[in-house]
């Protein structure tokens, strides 16, 4: 059932309207403010954390209990596929990359990081770090909008895929600074394992070469981010020039997310071939 969902997962995403309807995190982010404010809770954070995180995904996993036993399972499949669409990333990430695009195409460098630093949150102190900035947010995005996401599901089912969203927006969007580093401590933790299967994809649908030297002094490297090590496995990997101004530019962009596509097929076949051999 877990690739199948994911195969809906993928066409739902591009073809139907329906991620912008199930992704609405409005009332659990009214949770999060009300209960970062309690004053007995915010001297706690992993208090906050089994509340805001422990209890929902316990609450998901008891549904799932009483389901599957129905009608063959058919009954949860719904819910899984519920869930994936709401745990993947939020927004459209190749249309939020638009207005950069357009400007970086032109060279406008201030236009550019006008609308990088609108649109993307990024800032930089010339064009050839926004490019690269605008590269490194591009891979980063794709990895935790997408592939972090369906490796959890795949691996431990709709309750893992859930937590690490849960935590991804405790600490994207929490107030208090020991519940977000607590959430960052736990999603840095979600995101050793796939962000290395990651860059051996890349390997192999990229530069081998160049992905593997970089693997070799970063494979057990705990302290890095899954930004940085996605950043420089798929600059090396994708062959990226050093950045221009202009369609040269712009091309590099296209060219990740060529590199992109390709790992992404990598992963759904290996799933697939998972799936017939289980």
Do not use: C
């Not at 329906?18 to 706690?44: C, S």
């Amino acid at each position: 059932m877990s690739f199948l969902v994911l195969l809906l997962a993928v066409w739902i995403e591009k073809f139907s309207a329906l991620r912008q309807r199930v992704q609405r995190d409005g009332a659990w982010l009214g949770q999060l403010a009300r209960l970062e404010t309690n004053p007995r809770l915010a001297a706690h954070p992993w208090w906050l954390l089994a509340l805001l995180v422990l209890l929902p995904v316990a609450l998901l996993g008891l549904l799932l209990m009483v389901l599957q036993p129905v009608a063959y399972g058919l009954l949860a499949l719904p819910v899984h596929l519920l869930v994936v669409i709401y745990a993947l990333g939020r927004g459209d990430l190749l249309a939020g990359l638009g207005p950069f695009r357009d400007a970086w195409r032109r060279e406008d460098l201030q236009a550019a990081a006008h609308v990088a630093k609108r649109d993307l949150e990024i800032s930089a102190d010339s064009g050839e770090q926004l490019l690269e900035s605008v590269q490194g947010y591009l891979l980063w995005q794709a990895f935790q909008s997408f592939f972090a996401v369906i490796f959890w599901y795949f691996l431990l089912g709709p309750v893992a895929a859930l937590s690490y969203r849960l935590l991804a927006l405790a600490a994207e969007q929490g107030k208090n600074a020991a519940l977000v580093e607590r959430a960052a401590q736990l999603r840095h933790a979600f995101d050793w394992l796939p962000v290395r299967l990651l860059a051996a994809s890349f390997a192999l649908v990229g530069n081998f070469v160049a992905v593997s030297r970089v693997m070799l002094h970063e494979l057990l490297n705990w302290p890095i981010s899954a930004a940085q090590l996605v950043e420089k496995v798929g600059l090396v990997g994708g062959e990226i020039p050093p950045p221009q101004a202009g369609p040269e530019g712009i091309n590099s962009l296209d060219r990740i997310w060529e590199l992109l596509l390709r790992a992404a097929v990598l992963w759904y076949a290996g799933f697939a071939l998972w799936t017939v051999l289980a």
